[in-house]
């Protein structure tokens, strides 16, 4: 098993240096990780790496105060003099004074909200200014919003992008309001948050939920809507959340970026069929009954449409929550009975799969190829593919789908039409039901032009329809 590493606080400095050198990752997501933090007290060492950082004792408080470095889960002692009953008081004063730190921080937080509602941002006689935050601790989102935001800039907007200065920083969100603040935007544009309680009533907030938040799914959650909120939802299980709370939206399929992912001939497209993607077997919780499962699988080899009742229905007799049945359970068993039946099925197409946790199942070993960077190493996947597997039990156009287009790779996509709404582009996708389908398909080769799909969801027509929504708003 490989060593787990964690941000640390060292006692030594020399300790630190050393360790600080190795460039070690810690977890900072189950998909990111992020170069190992090495603090220390005492004097300041010279010519010590980025990640070598000084911090004496009576400097944590303001450090993780005003910082977004993240905090040392960690204390190292080793080489010091302090006894054991001394590392035991000495831990427990670092920890109080980190927690202090963060509580004086979200007291920062508050002071930056109230004057972002103080300040009016003017539409008349400025260039508008689009305000986007993210994280590198997402692994989609971050993009999308990145390509928004160059959007909006090829259309003639102001644009800050806001992101994590490095790998050794947390998603801090001083950091977003104090930006936003001393930014003044008249639109902002979050992907999965609302962010909306501190905004002055005339700034445009749009906000694109791509994933089923605890926001829209607790019940006892409370999301006030204000009339300058564009409120768009990605597919049918985010519909279901917003509809439950009364809240409304529009739908808004995933776009492309055409400048990564497009045609290449000089890269040589073989007979391949190839999967891009996480497996989902630890999207499930252990204690779900194992009779759900089986009837679950079961409805999908008959080819049996998961509905909206049919899944109301299951969720009922199992006493589950729907968004987790199709969220969770449903997508878990369309997608990875989907790569593993096509492991089993006897072709001439080689096959080739990427992402988290296929190397867990002894059907996928075999034809596992590791975990591909974001952008130019899956576009380079593509290119060299006749076809993409792209299972999903509730989205037709995943961002899956329309890379694989724009490279020229023929979409095989999970048929979930009956919970879609429109278009759903026949002439661009090959459609299957039921596992024994993928078979056939593999064996009638049948052809298809993807084409229409990557012009109908590029970015550029994204931002238009945002500016034309708020223009009617």
């Given at each position: 098993m490989a060593n787990k590493y964690f941000d640390t606080y060292f006692l030594d400095s020399k300790q630190a240096l050393e360790v600080a050198k190795k460039n070690n990752r810690v977890d900072c997501t189950s998909a990111v990780t992020g170069t190992q933090i090495c603090y220390y007290a005492g004097k300041e060492l010279k010519n010590a790496p980025k990640?070598?950082?000084?911090?004496?004792?009576?400097?944590?408080?303001?450090?993780?105060?005003?910082?977004?470095?993240?905090?040392?889960t960690k204390i190292a002692y080793e080489n010091s003099q302090f006894t054991r009953e001394e590392?035991?008081?000495?831990?427990?004063?670092?920890?109080?004074?980190?927690?202090?730190?963060?509580?004086?921080?979200?007291?920062?937080?508050?002071?930056?909200?109230?004057?972002i509602r103080q300040i009016t941002p003017d539409f008349k006689n400025e260039r508008l200014r689009v305000f986007i935050p993210s994280s590198r601790l997402t692994t989609v989102m971050q993009h999308v919003s990145k390509y928004i935001a160059n959007a909006f800039k090829k259309m003639g907007y102001e644009?800050?992008?806001?992101?994590?200065?490095?790998?050794?920083?947390?998603?801090?969100?001083?950091?977003?309001?104090?930006?936003?603040?001393?930014?003044?935007?008249?639109?902002?544009?979050?992907?999965?948050?609302?962010?909306?309680?501190?905004?002055?009533?005339?700034?445009?907030?749009?906000?694109?939920?791509?994933?089923?938040?605890?926001?829209?799914?607790?019940?006892?959650?409370?999301?006030?809507v204000?009339?300058?909120?564009?409120?768009?939802?990605?597919?049918?299980p985010i519909d279901y959340a917003l509809k439950k709370k009364n809240i409304p939206f529009n739908?808004?399929?995933?776009?492309?970026?055409?400048?990564?992912?497009?045609?290449k001939d000089s890269i040589e497209r073989k007979k391949k069929i190839v999967f891009v993607g996480s497996?989902?077997?630890?999207?499930?919780?252990?204690?779900?009954?194992?009779?759900?499962?089986?009837?679950i699988l079961d409805m999908f080899i008959k080819g049996i449409d998961f509905s909206e009742p049919i899944i109301t229905r299951l969720a009922r007799k199992y006493n589950l929550d729907f968004i987790y049945v199709i969220i969770r359970v449903i997508n878990f068993i369309i997608r990875d009975y989907s790569v593993l039946e096509l492991c089993k099925i006897n072709t001439e197409y080689e096959i080739e799969i990427y992402g988290w946790g296929w190397d867990k199942y002894p059907e996928t070993k075999p034809y596992y190829k590791g975990v591909l960077k974001y952008g130019e190493d899956i576009a380079k996947v593509f290119h060299s593919a006749t076809y993409s597997l792209s299972p999903h039990s509730c989205s037709i156009v995943q961002q899956r789908v329309l890379e694989a287009s724009a490279c020229g790779c023929i979409p095989i996509v999970y048929d979930c039409r009956s919970i879609e709404p429109p278009p759903f582009y026949e002439d661009n996708l090959i459609y299957y039901k039921d596992l024994k389908t993928l078979t056939t398909i593999l064996k009638e080769s049948p052809i298809k032009k993807p084409k229409k799909i990557i012009k109908e969801n590029s970015y550029k027509k994204l931002v238009k329809r945002f500016i034309k929504d708020m223009e009617g708003t």
């Open positions: 990640n070598c950082i000084n911090l004496p004792l009576e400097s944590i408080y303001e450090h993780f105060r005003d910082t977004s470095f993240r905090i040392p590392q035991k008081t000495l831990t427990q004063k670092i920890t109080q004074t980190i927690e202090q730190s963060i509580y004086a921080q979200k007291k920062l937080i508050l002071k930056y909200e109230e004057k644009v800050m992008y806001l992101i994590e200065e490095n790998d050794m920083h947390y998603s801090s969100y001083l950091l977003q309001v104090k930006a936003h603040y001393e930014y003044n935007p008249h639109i902002t544009v979050h992907i999965n948050h609302f962010n909306n309680d501190y905004l002055h009533k005339k700034i445009f907030n749009i906000v694109w939920m791509q994933d089923p938040m605890e926001s829209i799914v607790n019940p006892v959650s409370c999301i006030k204000r009339k300058r909120d564009l409120i768009y939802s990605l597919a049918a739908r808004q399929n995933f776009a492309i970026n055409k400048k990564i992912y497009k045609t497996a989902y077997f630890t999207n499930v919780h252990k204690d779900t009954p194992k009779e759900l499962f089986d009837e």
